[in-house]
């Protein structure tokens, strides 16, 4: 997409602080990072929400994820692994993205989501047939 930034990092049209790059994924640093390293992944191909990839288009982003994950371990003490689809869940950028967040003993971060709402069985189930319908 000609006007997603992401796409234009990823095209090399504006400069970035490469990680990595195959044919079909690109990692850069976050210009605005939670931690230091915390580096983000992209697809070469555009997509807004990670639901509108294919099983191997998913692979090829596993691969490089995989492969920055190895470094990013290294130099941290733990990494958060962050994918979020839609402004409603936290999506800034609508081109999927992963970010690679390493963890470092005090940083300030919180590492669980606080979990603030009482789900009942009864909600569960529901939400459990519903989606079981949809992958069949």
């Given at each position: 997409?000609?006007?997603?930034?992401?796409?234009?990092?990823?095209?090399?049209?504006?400069?970035?602080?490469?990680?990595?790059?195959?044919?079909?994924?690109?990692?850069?640093?976050?210009a605005e990072?939670?931690?230091?390293?915390?580096?983000?992944?992209?697809?070469?191909?555009?997509?807004?929400t990670i639901?509108?990839?294919?099983?191997?288009?998913?692979?090829?982003?596993?691969?490089?994820?995989?492969?920055?994950?190895?470094?990013?371990?290294?130099?941290?003490?733990?990494?958060?692994?962050?994918?979020?689809?839609?402004?409603?869940?936290?999506?800034?950028?609508?081109?999927?993205?992963?970010?690679?967040?390493?963890?470092?003993?005090?940083?300030?971060?919180?590492?669980?989501?606080?979990?603030?709402?009482?789900?009942?069985?009864?909600?569960?189930?529901?939400?459990?047939?519903?989606?079981?319908?949809?992958?069949?």
């Amino acid at each position: 997409m000609k006007e997603c930034i992401f796409c234009k990092i990823a095209s090399g049209d504006i400069p970035s602080k490469k990680v990595y790059e195959d044919v079909h994924a690109f990692a850069f640093l976050d210009a605005e990072p939670l931690n230091i390293g915390h580096t983000l992944i992209v697809p070469k191909k555009h997509f807004e929400t990670i639901d509108e990839m294919s099983s191997k288009e998913l692979a090829n982003m596993s691969k490089a994820i995989e492969k920055v994950s190895k470094g990013v371990m290294k130099l941290s003490e733990g990494m958060n692994i962050l994918q979020n689809n839609n402004k409603i869940a936290g999506q800034v950028v609508p081109h999927v993205h992963f970010h690679l967040v390493p963890r470092y003993s005090g940083d300030g971060h919180v590492p669980e989501w606080g979990r603030k709402h009482n789900i009942t069985e009864d909600q569960s189930n529901e939400f459990l047939r519903k989606i079981k319908s949809f992958l069949k």
